[in-house]
């Protein structure tokens, strides 16, 4: 996401919050991917105002950006956060954290720009604790479904790199072992007055390369834009269980006993 989308980030990650009033977790660390500053870090301090905060920030994203966004937040936890660029994620495919690290990963808006969401999740697994929980959001490949039968090569258009909808998530959550999966998913529409306008979201939300300096029959253009909000959950749950996986059988050490006599 730019700057200019943030708005977008801001009001999602405020409806992820709203969906974790009926959760009961506690939570000491946590793992917020992508982080950035916004209004609803002021809720997101108050909800966990004792926890570790862990934070993978988005391309673009300042330390000091995120720490005075924090700090204008009565963030009590402001010394004991760990800022890491997301970019590290990108280049090694791995987060700079231990196993079994972090009780919850809030991610918000990012899959849609993976090239592999379940690698992503596989990810979350391992530094998740036992009873550990990912909630996140993406967009869906409803999304600019209003561009996709234009004919014009100068706009460059492009989808979502993900092309992931909530079922295909839903399995990839399985198959990386986590429990109770929950998806859901609304449109929203964004209205314009401007073609332009329209055309600086669609760059923005990278359903476009660049705007063009001039567009033949840019009145062709709608004046509006889907958005299809993908939300989940799910729990990282019976993690010291045996698993099974390309045909053998993996087994922590912690369910070894010695049999006493």
């Not at 405020?14 to 500053?37: A, S, T, Y």
């Not at 280049?91 to 720009?113: A, E, H, I, W, Y």
């Not at 209205?191 to 001039?214: F, G, H, I, R, W």
């Amino acid at each position: 996401m730019t700057q200019q989308i943030r708005w977008l980030q801001d009001e999602i990650a405020d409806r992820m919050l709203q969906k974790l009033d009926i959760v009961n977790l506690d939570v000491k660390d946590v793992l917020i991917v992508p982080d950035f500053p916004g209004n609803h870090v002021e809720a997101f301090a108050k909800r966990y105002p004792h926890a570790s905060i862990k934070s993978l920030t988005e391309e673009g994203v300042s330390s000091f950006g995120m720490w005075r966004s924090k700090a204008i937040s009565n963030w009590r936890s402001l010394f004991r956060n760990n800022l890491t660029p997301f970019a590290s994620y990108q280049r090694m495919g791995k987060f700079d954290l231990p196993d079994n690290s972090v009780d919850l990963v809030f991610s918000d808006l990012l899959m849609q720009d993976l090239s592999d969401p379940q690698h992503f999740l596989g990810e979350c697994w391992r530094v998740l604790r036992e009873g550990g929980l990912i909630t996140f959001s993406y967009l869906g490949p409803d999304t600019g479904k209003e561009l996709f039968p234009l004919e014009l090569p100068e706009l460059k258009l492009k989808k979502l790199l993900s092309p992931w909808d909530m079922h295909d998530i839903g399995d990839a959550l399985l198959k990386e072992q986590f429990s109770d999966p929950v998806m859901d998913m609304e449109y929203l529409t964004l209205q314009y007055e401007k073609p332009a306008l329209l055309l600086a979201d669609a760059v923005a939300l990278k359903l476009a390369y660049s705007t063009p300096p001039e567009i033949p029959k840019i009145d062709v253009l709608p004046l509006k834009l889907t958005l299809e909000i993908v939300y989940g959950h799910a729990w990282a749950i019976g993690k010291h269980l045996a698993k099974a996986k390309d045909n053998v059988a993996y087994i922590d050490p912690n369910q070894i006993g010695r049999k006493s006599r």
